[in-house]
């Protein structure tokens, strides 16, 4: 075995990585191809460098992501540290300037004495004799897809990212919404469907086919329209495309008119506690706000909590249900990592998580220790069982109160529950701290 663990990526995710491994006394060979080789979407030479947007969102610990910043906060997070120091105004969330903030990320990695940063793209073969983190991204070059793959298997690696929007199954109204099966088939009873009347589906279909897309970059439009597409294409073909579609009401009855609706949407239990729920072949360029706006439009979700918006962009990620271990390392060989988007969680500051739970853990294994597994009443525990948990319909990730187990008692007031899940997070998030 190697006497230094080996970080593949100095992005998020790679160099929370590293600092985790280096303040623990091991040795860090950490591999980062720019300035040599660029994505399609980086441009500076820095670490850490973001380029969507610049804000890590909230910092209430009753939103999700929040709650995730200050269990990172209590973990001694390097990047969250960076970010808090280089924020800019942005009201209740944390913003960053960005160039300031991969500037301090990179000073703070040279400053640490056991990390070498290696300036090349790495191409040697990838084998378990050396502990290794991956951590390459979204925008994982070719010749790194190519080890990739022959680690997990062809079928395992996905190339871009075309999710339906997720909601919280407890906002849905089910004085609307009914369980049941197209033409009484079994097995469908873990849908839910929402009908539409006339009036209501020509409402939604015009508010449907003139909201706003997001402007995709010229390398992702080739790769997505040919895999699938979005809803609101395929609207834009007549008003009846989608009713005949992924919207069709055929061998359904509407349990308040006793007949068939004129069309109906479809939620799809979506993980394995039955708390969340995806909308049926909405896959979507709609920007978020247009998201919320338009779908929920939709009889039932007019109330709708989303944990995740529809996406359809390049997003290179494993299959992990299949592949990883809730400590992030791949089951049939526990010396390799894998960390950031590549593992299916989905932002800035989950990617940041699964570079810190991958760095602790490889550590322990370099000394023989047990891994920790962060317990799923914490954030950080939570996306670590959802993307490791068994899911055929796996699809990336980011952090949200769904995913989270419900508390013993049943609180109605939202802000009150996310309030005492939070705090039920961080007690957690102490005693874990104390173990290491």
Known sequence: MKDYIRVIGGGLAGCEAAYQIAKRGIKVKLYEMKPSVFSPAHSNSNLAEIVCSNSFKSNSITNACGLLKEELRRLDSLLIKCADKTSVPAGQALAVDRERFSELVTTEINKLD????????????????????IATGPLTSKKMEKQITKLTGEDKLYFYDAAAPIVEKSSVNMNIGFYGDRYGKE???????????????????????????????????????????????????????????????????????????????????????????????????????????????????????????????????????????????????????????????????????SGLSAGINAVKIYKNDDTINFPNETVIGALSSYISAPNKRFQPMNANFGILPPLEEKIKDKQERYKKQAERSLENITKIFQLY
Request: net charge negative; proline share 4%.
């Open 114 to 133: 056991n990390v070498e940063i290696i300036r090349e793209e790495f191409i040697k073969e990838i084998d378990d004799n050396c502990i290794t983190i």
């Open 187 to 353: 097995g469908d009873c873990s849908y839910i469907n929402l009908p539409f009347t006339k009036e209501e589906y020509q409402n939604f279909y015009n508010a449907l086919i003139e909201a706003e897309v997001v402007n995709l970059h010229n390398f992702e439009k080739k790769e997505i329209f040919e895999g699938c597409m979005p809803i609101e294409v395929m609207a834009k073909r007549g008003e009846d495309t989608i009713r005949f579609g992924p919207l069709k009401p055929v061998g359904f009855t509407d349990p308040r008119t006793n007949d068939m609706a004129y069309a109906i949407v479809q939620l799809r239990q979506d993980n394995e506690a039955g708390t969340l729920y995806n909308l049926v072949g909405f896959q979507t360029n709609l920007k978020f706000g247009e998201q919320k706006r338009v779908f929920s439009m939709i009889p039932g979700l007019e109330n709708a909590e989303f944990v995740k918006y529809g996406v359809m962009h390049r997003n290179t990620y494993i299959n992990s249900p299949i592949l990883l271990n809730d400590t992030f390392n791949l089951k049939n060989k526990p010396n390799i990592f894998f960390a950031g988007q590549i593992t299916g969680v989905e932002g800035y500051v989950e990617s940041i998580a």
